[in-house]
Structures are given as structure tokens and as C-alpha cells.
């Protein structure tokens, strides 16, 4: 479908050439995280910005900002994500970051119920990727970044001894 092709190509255009949520935050009290795609230097700094994350999934994605540079799919993805994510909460997050690679068709992604019904909205532009294999990696390194700042944010503090 061209109309369609046409569509999704502009999209992530919109998000490249415009990129939202651009930026830092300080840390701490937000988590910084580096992302990078040795195999065509794709790289990503995320702020990620979780209110009471004693509370794990249950905490909630406040703000997140992105830097980096990259190829226009690399960077219109991490654009696409942190409109997606702010406002949620952890475990919402991580849902999404499962039903986003199931599109990508990452292999020993394991959907769980529910997954199947998130909507992707513009994150769907992307689908076209998943023709280029090489490709996927780009698309999905801020969502990789993204992932790791959940697991450092919401992890529970080591015990002092």
C-alpha cells in the first residue's frame, strides 16, 4: 500500500527531523543510561525519571529525555518511545517494550497476556524495518536503553552490611 508506505516514512521523519523530549535531566535524581549499536554507531544517552520507585512496576515514568545521534531510524524510534512511555507506569512500560520488539519480530520475545491489545499508534511506522534485518538493531536500541534504565531505576537499593 504506497498511501500507507508514504505515511509511515513521513512520520518518522517528523520525529527525526523533530525530535521530542530532547535533552537531560539531572542525575540523580533521574537514571542516565548509554545505548550504543556497534555495528553502525548508533548511540543513545536516556534520562529516565521514575516517581516512587520503591514501588517497582508500579512506579510511574515521569519524564524521560533523550540524546544521541544516529540514523533517522535509531533516532525517530527513541523520539516515538519516550512519547510513548511518560505518564506510564514501569510495568506498562515494559509491556510496550515487549509488544514494540514483538513487532520488530525479535526472536525469544515472550508476549504476555494483554501484550497483544497495546496500541502502538506511531510506533506502527516502524514496522517497515523488520524488511531490513540489519535495521532492527537501530530501531530497537533505545527501547534496549530504555529496558536497563527500568531494571536500574526500580531495583531495590543493595543491602548495606
Not at 544521541?68 to 510513548?84: H, K, L, N, P, T
Not at 505518564?87 to 526472536?107: H, N, Q, V
Amino acid at each position: 500500500m504506497p498511501g500507507l508506505e508514504d505515511l509511515y516514512r513521513e512520520i518518522i521523519l517528523d520525529h527525526y527531523r523533530t525530535p521530542r523530549n530532547r535533552g537531560e535531566l539531572d542525575s540523580p535524581p533521574a537514571i542516565e543510561t548509554n545505548g550504543h549499536n556497534p555495528l553502525c554507531g548508533d548511540e543513545i544517552t536516556l534520562f529516565l525519571l521514575v516517581d516512587d520507585a520503591s514501588k517497582g512496576d508500579a512506579a510511574t515514568v515521569s519524564d524521560v529525555k533523550i540524546g544521541g545521534q544516529g540514523c533517522s531510524i535509531s533516532q525517530s524510534s527513541a523520539s516515538m518511545m519516550s512519547q510513548a512511555v511518560i505518564g506510564k507506569t514501569a510495568g506498562e512500560a515494559r509491556a510496550l517494550i515487549r509488544r514494540f520488539k514483538s513487532l520488530m519480530s525479535i526472536e525469544g520475545i515472550e508476549l504476555q497476556p494483554g501484550d497483544d491489545d497495546i496500541a502502538l499508534g506511531d510506533l506502527e511506522a516502524l514496522q517497515g524495518v523488520v524488511k531490513f534485518p540489519v535495521r532492527i538493531k537501530c530501531a530497537v536500541l533505545s527501547w534496549n536503553t530504555l529496558a536497563d534504565a527500568l531494571d536500574r531505576a526500580t531495583s531495590e537499593p543493595p543491602a548495606s552490611g
